[in-house]
């Protein structure tokens, strides 16, 4: 089992960047491919990164290919998705999700492990 918390979100200006972090702690953190997820008010939870377990493979959503970057660091457990250009249709509430499996998925019930999530919100 592992634990998730993330921090990092907050307010932005459209145009602006934040990092979003996300630390993980319990079972071998290099044993899970890791995802970020967001949902906004009244939507569902949508796909929007994945990396593989050693960070070989990344992939993206098309609405954020080219502006988000996510990666990790297994020797400090920790998970990371640098956000440029924001926009604001990027204003949501994100989550790091951990998926015990050796493939990535972009599907939110395929990963085992959530954190509470953090909120990003994007002034126009």
């Known amino acids: 089992q592992v634990q998730l918390v993330e921090s990092g979100g907050g307010l932005v200006q459209a145009g602006g960047s934040l990092r979003l972090s996300c630390a993980a702690s319990?079972?071998?953190?290099?044993?899970?491919?890791m995802g970020w997820f967001r949902q906004a008010p009244g939507k569902e939870r949508e796909f929007v990164a994945a990396?593989?377990?050693?960070?070989?493979?990344?992939f993206y959503a098309d609405s954020v290919k080219g502006r988000f970057t996510i990666s990790r660091d297994n020797a400090k457990n920790m998970l990371w998705l640098q956000m440029n250009s924001l926009k604001p249709e990027d204003t949501a509430v994100y989550y790091c999700?951990?998926?015990?499996?050796?493939?990535?998925?972009?599907?939110?019930?395929?990963?085992?492990?959530w954190g509470q999530g953090s909120q990003v919100t994007v002034s126009s």
């Open positions: 999700a951990a998926r015990g499996e050796v493939t990535t998925s972009r599907y939110a019930s395929e990963y085992l492990y």
């Open positions: 319990g079972d071998t953190f290099s044993g899970y491919t």
């Open positions: 990396i593989t377990r050693r960070g070989l493979g990344t």
